[in-house]
């Protein structure tokens, strides 16, 4: 399937005003997870379950310490471990217990799980270079296909805006997610999300009118120069 066919798929959060007044305002408050062993490895992890590491939960401290003048209404949360531990310790700071929501989770990397880039590259020659670049019918072995990921993500994401008109919601989740999200309200094609660097613990902001996206802040992680 063509990249133009996935973007055309995947409908993107910037629909027309109608009679030109915005409707209600959801801000959301994108959070990437702490550091795990598997990013000090440089390894793809994907729906590997890793926890984080020390640093992780010192960098989710940060971040949670940077949220809690802010008044969030509620933290949704991947089902994943790494992901889930950095939404507690901010929700700690809320009163707040995480929602999981599965349409948060990373990409399913199959067969590219727990491998560094050298080692998918020695195994799959050339496979992730086509696979990144949106090469049609180049797909992760045993993963998730682009043009699922990207419509589950818009889902999930469509139906947290749904449920919490006029309020401040924290999202932690993943690189993949936030990246997608971000290529869906500039309405670029999906596979530019590898031009978009996500650290641990990076946020950003996006708000929004119903489904009208707009970028306010960007792997923002000014909370952690305490760390260096």
């Known amino acids: 399937m063509s990249n133009q066919q996935i973007s055309r798929l995947n409908p993107p959060f910037n629909k027309g005003r109608e009679g030109g007044v915005r409707k209600p305002l959801t801000k959301l408050f994108l959070i990437r997870h702490g550091e795990t062993q598997n990013n000090v490895e440089l390894k793809y992890q994907g729906n590997s379950n890793q926890g984080l590491t020390e640093k992780g939960i010192l960098q989710a401290k940060s971040i949670a310490k940077c949220l809690q003048k802010e008044k969030l209404e509620a933290i949704y949360s991947s089902a994943l471990k790494r992901a889930f531990q950095t939404a507690e310790i901010i929700g700690g700071h809320h009163n707040l217990i995480p929602n999981i929501n599965e349409g948060l989770n990373e990409i399913d990397f199959g067969a590219w799980e727990g491998l560094t880039y050298n080692e998918i590259e020695s195994q799959y020659p050339g496979v992730f270079e086509k696979w990144v670049s949106g090469t049609d019918g180049i797909e992760i072995p045993e993963g998730e296909a682009r043009i699922d990921f990207h419509k589950r993500i818009s889902s999930a994401v469509s139906s947290i805006i749904k449920n919490h008109p006029e309020e401040q919601i924290a999202i932690v989740t993943h690189g993949g997610p936030i990246k ?3 290529c869906n309200i500039l309405e670029v094609n999906p596979t ?4 978009i660097k996500q650290s641990n613990t990076a946020l950003n902001i ?3 009118y119903e489904e009208s996206g707009f970028i306010n802040l960007v792997n923002d ?3 952690l120069k305490s760390e260096s």
């Not at 530019?192 to 031009?195: E, G, K, L, T």
Request: glycine content about 0%; proline content about 0%.
């Open 192 to 195: 530019a999300f590898w031009r």
């Open 180 to 182: 997608s999200i971000l």
């Open 206 to 208: 996006v708000e929004f």
């Open 221 to 223: 992680t000014c909370h």
